[in-house]
């Protein structure tokens, strides 16, 4: 297993966010967390990726636990968080947002700066351009390219699709899923149940910091209770 979560607590003072979770990520596949707003979802990702130390449980990565580690050193480990909402350099350059997911790396980066761009043509053309003046969409995909660059084992992204309009949300789910057959482990937070259940090899739903549910991606889409609670039918 890659990842194995056992039994998780994180708290904001006295707010008790994450309530004992226990969930595994096995290498290669994809990993779908669901629930609504306040669940407890982002502050997962956030204690993963380091930049929340939980109160105790452990997060084994690859055998060893990572739980509190640094985050600079979990980015060294393999692990990348596409954080909620974006949050590119506006002022710098495309390319320059690119460079800066290597930040890490002293080894040559040509290639997979072209790795990128053959991902995202478009993020190529616009090279030059200020990050801060491309599209919703467009941002999104240089969140999920500048993630890339760190060259993960395991990217873990906080609601891609969130505020993009119906084509951009396809494809980004494309990407996800070419992303992943290049052998990259990918545990994704969406609003989108419905499109995540379906690339979803596992997953589980959060309910105000537990976890409620799991099941393969598909026996959660044939689940009566996600439906009505996630799926809107
Ligand atoms: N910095 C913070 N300080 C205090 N409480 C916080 C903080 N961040 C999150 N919380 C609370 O922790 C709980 C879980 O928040 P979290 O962001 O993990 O939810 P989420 O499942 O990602 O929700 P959403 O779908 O809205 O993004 C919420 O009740 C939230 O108000
Ligand atoms: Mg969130």
Not at 62 to 67: L, P, S, V
Not at 85 to 97: A, K, M, Q, Y
Request: charged content about 20%; overall charge negative.
């Amino acid at each position: 297993m890659l990842l194995k979560i056992n039994d998780l607590n994180v708290s904001y003072g006295a707010i008790h966010a994450v309530r004992g979770i226990s969930f595994e990520v096995e290498e290669g596949s994809i990993v779908t967390l669901i629930g609504a707003n306040g669940a407890g979802k982002s502050t997962t990702l956030k204690a993963i990726a380091g930049l929340l130390a939980p109160e105790s449980g452990t997060i084994e990565y690859c055998g060893e636990n990572i739980a509190g580690m640094d985050a600079t050193d979990i980015v060294k480990k393999g692990i990348t968080l596409v954080p909620e909402g974006r949050r590119i350099f506006s002022d710098l350059s495309v390319l320059e947002n690119i460079k800066i997911g290597a930040y890490l790396r002293k080894d040559d980066l040509t290639e997979d700066i072209e790795t990128v761009y053959s991902l995202f043509p478009i993020l190529k053309e616009r090279n030059w351009q200020q990050a801060g003046t491309l599209s919703g969409g467009e941002q999104q995909m240089l969140a999920v390219g500048r993630a890339l660059m760190s060259k993960p084992k395991l990217i873990m992204m906080d609601e891609p699709s969130l505020g993009l309009s119906p084509i951009y949300v396809k494809n980004i789910f494309d990407i996800i899923r070419k992303i992943s057959s290049t052998g990259v482990t990918i545990l994704l937070i969406e609003q989108n149940a419905n499109m995540a259940l379906k690339i979803a090899d596992r997953a589980y739903v959060l309910e105000t910091g537990l976890i409620t549910m799991e099941g393969t991606g598909q026996e959660l889409l044939e689940n009566q209770k996600v439906r009505d609670a996630y799926l809107g039918h």
